[in-house]
């Protein structure tokens, strides 16, 4: 037997999964929680935080195996491949160090430097050819930026990386590398030819040599050395592959294939992702996303604020004193949620704690509640907070404009059973919660290299049979919409609508 290790380098965690030839999951590991810099309007990670993750993980998922598979051994897993977090600028020097923090995803900062660089190529222009608008949370636009305000680290820059599984695979492997999924967020990569812009990157004053090249995530792209296998316990030469940024695996784990399948992530932050043959370049909020195939593109609608509100939810209004002798603040966040009705009596919550990018790309805006009370409670004020990102998810469900076939979820976020069923209700949609959700985009990263594998397809799996196994994964709790809830919840979502564009004007 052989196995493949999949892993998910996320915001917030590096997970692990053990998958088997057949499609199994064996064993799995997870970090501890990787911290985040969020001061003076940053967000940012250092990169040694993730790979001393991933070795730690990695040990740990080989010795679970081993105390649990009967005669395995390391050199009984062939293949490495991972999803990560994107958008993120991670700048290295001609040794491979980082130059400094990764500047992640969610951090706007270059809206200027942005700015400039559609006045000089042409906002049509750019939006046609990278199938994206531009805005201060490219990495090509941080780029600019760290040009500008951090020369000293700018000078030192000889390689770029998008996601942050990709360092990974440069610290394995030594190879500089990225999926066509994760680089369609760098704001420089053409969206149908699947290649790097030099006349975007001339007019960005960025050299094309340092971006990374580019892979399908099915490619292999290395082979593990001896000293990243000494550290993490892989054999010497485990092919690694190119894997594919989070964004995408979810979509594939989703069963995601056509229009009207849609896949919501509760992960830290969130999206709505669903697949056509073409770029929806003309709705404000949108990325568009490589996929499988050279016609193949992910729709999808990003969110900043979902997993983090729960967690600061359940921070600030379950996080003090036990309810029911519970001391879990996340158990003790579902008594609250189950004790404030449909609505929450009234209160609705604008839930951008670190800004938002829907409806519009904004790093300056905040949340806010709106209709509180002397009757309002705790209780409400934490689901308000888990409604507001339901009614964010709505709007984006609204803009993407297909009726709805499927609904799947997957994250951390799934693990709420509430906030399952508000999402179902809000949506008036029955939403299915896939076993192990959190696990399941790493599952599906290794089932694309098994079925490639299965079919004796060398350059490319065969999709309609990776199809057919993602739709037989497809397991989980089915929530079907209390339709007693439908009036309140309509009345919520049109009051949600207008809060951002009257707390805008505030700022």
């Given at each position: 037997?052989?196995?493949?290790?999949?892993?998910?380098?996320?915001?917030?965690?590096?997970?692990?999964?053990?998958?088997?030839?057949?499609?199994?999951?064996?064993?799995c590991a997870s970090s501890g929680l990787l911290p985040?810099?969020?001061?003076?309007?940053?967000?940012?990670?250092?990169?040694?935080?993730?790979?001393?993750?991933?070795?730690?993980?990695?040990?740990?998922?080989?010795?679970?195996?081993?105390r649990s598979i009967e005669h395995f051994k390391s050199?009984?897993?062939?293949?490495?491949?991972?999803?990560?977090?994107?958008?993120?600028?991670?700048?290295?020097?001609?040794?491979?160090?980082?130059?400094?923090?990764?500047?992640?995803?969610?951090?706007?900062?270059?809206?200027?430097?942005?700015?400039?660089?559609?006045?000089?190529?042409?906002?049509?222009?750019?939006?046609?050819?990278?199938?994206?608008?531009?805005?201060?949370?490219?990495?090509?636009?941080?780029?600019?930026?760290?040009?500008?305000?951090?020369?000293?680290?700018?000078?030192?820059?000889?390689?770029?990386?998008?996601?942050?599984?990709?360092?990974?695979?440069?610290?394995?492997?030594?190879?500089?590398?990225?999926?066509?999924?994760?680089?369609?967020?760098?704001?420089?990569?053409?969206?149908?030819?699947?290649?790097?812009?030099?006349?975007?990157?001339?007019?960005?004053?960025?050299?094309?040599?340092?971006?990374?090249?580019?892979?399908?995530?099915?490619?292999?792209?290395?082979?593990?050395?001896?000293?990243?296998?000494?550290?993490?316990?892989?054999?010497?030469?485990?092919?690694?592959?190119?894997?594919?940024?989070?964004?995408?695996?979810?979509?594939?784990?989703?069963?995601?294939?056509?229009?009207?399948?849609?896949?919501?992530?509760?992960?830290?932050?969130?999206?709505?992702?669903?697949?056509?043959?073409?770029?929806?370049?003309?709705?404000?909020?949108?990325?568009?996303?490589?996929?499988?195939?050279?016609?193949?593109?992910?729709?999808?609608?990003?969110?900043?604020?979902?997993?983090?509100?729960?967690?600061?939810?359940?921070?600030?209004?379950?996080?003090?004193?036990?309810?029911?002798?519970?001391?879990?603040?996340?158990?003790?966040?579902?008594?609250?949620?189950?004790?404030?009705?449909?609505?929450?009596?009234?209160?609705?919550?604008?839930?951008?704690?670190?800004?938002?990018?829907?409806?519009?790309?904004?790093?300056?805006?905040?949340?806010?509640?709106?209709?509180?009370?002397?009757?309002?409670?705790?209780?409400?004020?934490?689901?308000?907070?888990?409604?507001?990102?339901?009614?964010?998810?709505?709007?984006?469900?609204?803009?993407?404009?297909?009726?709805?076939?499927?609904?799947?979820?997957?994250?951390?976020?799934?693990?709420?059973?509430?906030?399952?069923?508000?999402?179902?209700?809000?949506?008036?949609?029955?939403?299915?919660?896939?076993?192990?959700?959190?696990?399941?985009?790493?599952?599906?990263?290794?089932?694309?290299?098994?079925?490639?594998?299965?079919?004796?397809?060398?350059s490319r799996p065969d999709l309609q049979a990776l199809?057919?196994?993602?739709?037989?994964?497809?397991?989980?709790?089915?929530?079907?919409?209390?339709?007693?809830?439908?009036?309140?919840?309509?009345?919520?979502?049109?009051?949600?609508?207008?809060?951002?564009?009257?707390?805008?004007?505030?700022?």
């Open positions: 037997m052989t196995y493949t290790a999949a892993f998910d380098v996320g915001t917030t965690q590096v997970k692990a999964v053990l998958v088997d030839g057949q499609g199994s999951a064996r064993e985040i810099d969020t001061c003076e309007g940053r967000i940012e990670q250092n990169p040694e935080d993730w790979l001393q993750a991933f070795i730690e993980v990695s040990r740990d998922l080989l010795a679970r195996a081993g050199d009984q897993v062939t293949g490495i491949i991972m999803s990560g977090q994107m958008q993120d600028l991670i700048a290295m020097d001609a040794q491979g160090q980082p130059v400094g923090p990764a500047i992640l995803y969610a951090d706007g900062r270059a809206e200027e430097e942005s700015a400039e660089l559609v006045e000089a190529y042409g906002a049509e222009s750019f939006r046609a050819r990278v199938g994206n608008p531009c805005d201060g949370s490219l990495p090509v636009a941080k780029l600019i930026w760290m040009s500008r305000h951090q020369p000293h680290r700018y000078a030192r820059v000889r390689h770029v990386l998008i996601d942050a599984k990709d360092y990974l695979i440069w610290w394995l492997t030594g190879v500089y590398c990225g999926d066509v999924t994760a680089c369609s967020t760098a704001g420089a990569m053409d969206l149908r030819s699947r290649t790097w812009r030099r006349d975007i990157l001339e007019a960005a004053g960025v050299d094309a040599a340092i971006f990374p090249e580019l892979h399908w995530p099915w490619e292999s792209v290395g082979t593990s050395t001896p000293g990243a296998s000494a550290a993490t316990g892989f054999a010497p030469g485990t092919t690694v592959y190119a894997g594919m940024g989070d964004a995408g695996a979810s979509t594939l784990a989703g069963g995601v294939f056509h229009p009207g399948q849609f896949n919501i992530n509760l992960g830290t932050s969130g999206w709505i992702a669903t697949v056509t043959d073409r770029a929806v370049a003309d709705r404000p909020g949108m990325v568009n996303l490589a996929y499988l195939g050279t016609d193949s593109i992910v729709n999808t609608v990003p969110f900043l604020n979902a997993g983090n509100v729960h967690a600061w939810a359940a921070g600030v209004f379950a996080g003090c004193g036990p309810t029911e002798g519970d001391g879990d603040p996340y158990r003790r966040m579902g008594h609250l949620l189950e004790s404030s009705p449909a609505g929450a009596r009234g209160v609705v919550c604008l839930p951008y704690l670190v800004g938002e990018r829907f409806p519009m790309m904004n790093p300056s805006i905040r949340g806010a509640y709106v209709g509180i009370s002397s009757e309002t409670e705790a209780c409400d004020l934490a689901r308000a907070a888990l409604e507001g990102v339901s009614y964010s998810i709505r709007q984006g469900l609204d803009l993407l404009g297909t009726p709805i076939e499927r609904v799947t979820l997957i994250g951390g976020g799934t693990r709420e059973p509430l906030w399952c069923q508000m999402l179902a209700d809000i949506l008036d949609a029955p939403v299915q919660v896939l076993d192990d959700a959190h696990l399941m985009p790493a599952v599906a990263l290794a089932e694309l290299v098994s079925v490639g594998k299965r079919t004796g397809s060398s199809e057919k196994l993602m739709e037989a994964n497809l397991v989980g709790q089915v929530y079907s919409p209390d339709h007693a809830n439908r009036h309140v919840y309509d009345a919520g979502y049109n009051r949600f609508r207008r809060l951002y564009p009257a707390l805008d004007s505030l700022r």
